[in-house]
């Protein structure tokens, strides 16, 4: 997903991800990138016996009018190169927003 400020300020951006189909990735990431920075949350590690990554972020951040921020998911160590983004239409398991804080 991308996030376009409509207005110059600090806003603040959460997201979450359910990443599943995993069998030997061992890192998950769930990072924002604006025009001024990456936002990351350093990792999440996923024990031997999980199938999946559940991650969260969140960041005030410093946006003009017009800047755009997007969500970024990644995993590492995953031998195929592919894993899935799980959700439905009744429950987030995997969200993207962002509000003017002041």
Known sequence: GTFTAPYTGKYQLSG???????TIATVGLLSFSTSNRLYSTGGSG???SA???E???????????ADVANLLVQTQGEAGATD???GDATTLYTYFSGYLAC
């Open 84 to 86: 899935d983004v799980f």
């Open 51 to 53: 199938i999946q990554f």
């Open 55 to 65: 991650l969260i972020n969140a960041a005030l951040v410093d946006m003009d009018a």
């Open 16 to 22: 979450a991800a359910t990443i599943t189909g995993c």
């Open 46 to 48: 996923r024990t031997a």
